[in-house]
T-cell receptor
Framework: EPEVTQTPSHQVTQMGQEVILRCVPISNHLYFYWYRQILGQKVEFLVSFYNNEISEKSEIFDDQFSVERPDGSNFTLKIRSTKLEDSAMYFC?????????????FGPGTRLTVL | AQKITQTQPGMFVQEKEAVTLDCTYDTSDPSYGLFWYKQPSSGEMIFLIYQGSYDQQNATEGRYSLNFQKARKSANLVISASQLGDSAMYFCAMREGNTDKLIFGTGTRLQVFP
């Protein structure tokens, strides 16, 4: 069964460093998403991406964040200058088409720890 | 105001029994979808069940069913014949008609005991 994959599973970085979290969505999916979950808290939407551009973003997704689909398979989230409060689990998700209530398939997550 | 409210931080159920996890939502959009996800201790998010706002019947997926009461804006998850492997966090989420994002509740931790 096709699945969303994410690398690395765990990333440790120093405050102020740049990190890139990588995701490979399911191959025929067209919509891509990033969510984050701070430890013990609820999952929060960051950004959605369709047709090589941001479709929607939350207030969390400020200028420190960017997303890119550098090739036909990868979808990346970059945090330019990490802060302690960026420590969280980051989930990538994808969905197949334009139907608004389509299921979003989540990847296993990348746990980011900022020291 | 919270869009998704899960009032039960934790629930216990004995193996083979049924359990209901509560979820209420708030939206003025007539078109929306409601989702339940399971998050085991390993951390991944597993889709369980979906209910559309225009669906006439309650959704069912195997041992999972959704008790959708539109007038009360509730979408409770019912797990029948609980198994030890059902122990996990359960999140209710909503997607409104004109947005891409899922809005999650704070979750309910379910523990199934023998």
């Amino acid at each position: 069964e096709p699945e969303v994959t994410q690398t690395p599973s765990h990333q440790v970085t120093q405050m102020g460093q740049e990190v890139i979290l990588r995701c490979v969505p399911i191959s025929n999916h067209l919509y891509f998403y990033w969510y984050r979950q701070i430890l013990g808290q609820k999952v929060e939407f960051l950004v959605s991406f369709y047709n090589n551009e941001i479709s929607e973003k939350s207030e969390i997704f400020d200028d420190q964040f960017s997303v890119e689909r550098p090739d036909g398979s990868n979808f990346t989230l970059k945090i330019r200058s990490t802060k302690l409060e960026d420590s969280a689990m980051y989930f990538c998700a994808s969905s197949v088409n334009l139907v608004r209530v389509d299921e979003q398939f989540f990847g296993p997550g990348t746990r980011l720890t900022v020291l | 105001a919270q869009k998704i409210t899960q009032t039960q931080p934790g629930m216990f159920v004995q193996e083979k029994e049924a359990v209901t996890l509560d979820c209420t939502y708030d939206t003025s959009d007539p078109s929306y979808g409601l989702f339940w996800y399971k998050q085991p201790s390993s951390g991944e998010m597993i889709f369980l069940i979906y209910q559309g706002s225009y669906d006439q019947q309650n959704a069912t997926e195997g041992r999972y069913s959704l008790n959708f009461q539109k007038a009360r804006k509730s979408a409770n998850l019912v797990i029948s014949a609980s198994q030890l492997g059902d122990s996990a966090m359960y999140f209710c989420a909503m997607r409104e008609g004109n947005t891409d994002k899922l809005i999650f509740g704070t979750g309910t931790r379910l523990q199934v005991f023998p």
